[in-house]
């Protein structure tokens, strides 16, 4: 049980470090409260809506930093648009990479089970 | 009808996209940043706290994800419509306390507000209709 959420814990720690730098320093210990409180017993890795949702949170920040960055004035106008077009497409590919953040483990999982099995 | 080629024209603005205007336009609040106003309304809350308090709030029907919870969380402060109220730590673990600030008590005053005059409208018409009793 124990080693269980210590993995799950790490899992998180890899799914958080998607966010801002400067928002993980300040936030990533309570976050980190957060989801082990929502964890159920037992379980050693994060859910596909949880790893989607954690994902597309920590693009959207670093989208806002972004925008910020380019200040007030019209010439930042072209990059609202393409930041706005570009934070309909990026969630799209990030869906994409948490299927296959979660699937290619378990893949993996099931491909071992026989191997061990065969010992 | 080139906006690239005209960069000083005082009316360029009104070429502005639709996507940018929906971004800024001032739309009804989120439920879900309504529900986690209300969930700070009573006193400060920390992060799980309002989780669990949204869902109750909601009925279950609003379960808040941690990214989204912070995103939100994230933006409400940027807005200072809620502030930092204290941390503590239990069981070596982080919990961090939010609070409505007065900005944050008015503007959740005023959309409360706003959204019983809507539901109050909807009732008495639909009771001019003959509807539900």
């Known amino acids: 049980m124990r080693e269980s959420a210590a993995a799950l814990e790490g899992r998180y720690r890899r799914l958080l ?15 980190l409260t957060v989801l082990m409180a929502g964890a159920r017993p037992g379980q050693h890795r994060p859910g596909l809506l949880e790893t989607a949702d954690l994902l597309r949170s920590a693009l959207g920040m670093r989208l806002v930093l972004a925008m910020r960055s380019f200040g007030p004035g019209r010439r930042s106008q072209r990059w609202t648009n393409a ?3 570009f934070s309909v497409v990026a969630p799209l590919f990030l ?3 948490a ?21 | 009808m080139s906006r690239l080629a005209v960069p000083d024209e005082p009316g360029l603005d009104k070429y502005s996209s639709a996507i940018y205007d929906v971004c800024v336009s001032k739309r009804a609040m989120q439920e879900a940043t309504f529900l986690i106003l209300t969930a700070l309304a009573a006193g400060s809350q920390h992060g799980y706290g309002i989780i669990t308090d949204v869902q109750e709030l909601s009925d279950g029907r609003v379960r808040l994800r941690a990214g989204t919870l912070y995103t939100a969380l994230d933006r409400l402060r940027a807005d200072e419509l809620i502030a930092v109220d204290r941390e503590e730590v239990v069981e070596s673990r982080l919990r961090r306390y939010y609070r409505l600030t007065p900005k944050g008590s008015q503007l959740l005053a005023a959309e409360a507000a706003r959204l019983q005059a809507n539901a109050a409208a909807a009732l008495s018409r639909l009771d001019l209709a003959g509807g539900t009793t």
């Open chain 1, 17 to 31: 470090a998607w966010y801002p730098r400067s928002f993980r320093r300040e936030q990533e210990g309570e976050m």
């Open chain 1, 83 to 85: 930041l706005a077009l």
């Open chain 1, 95 to 97: 869906v994409i990479v």
């Open chain 1, 99 to 119: 299927i296959l953040e979660v699937a290619v483990p378990v893949w993996r999982d099931w491909q071992a089970v026989p191997a061990q099995e065969a010992l």
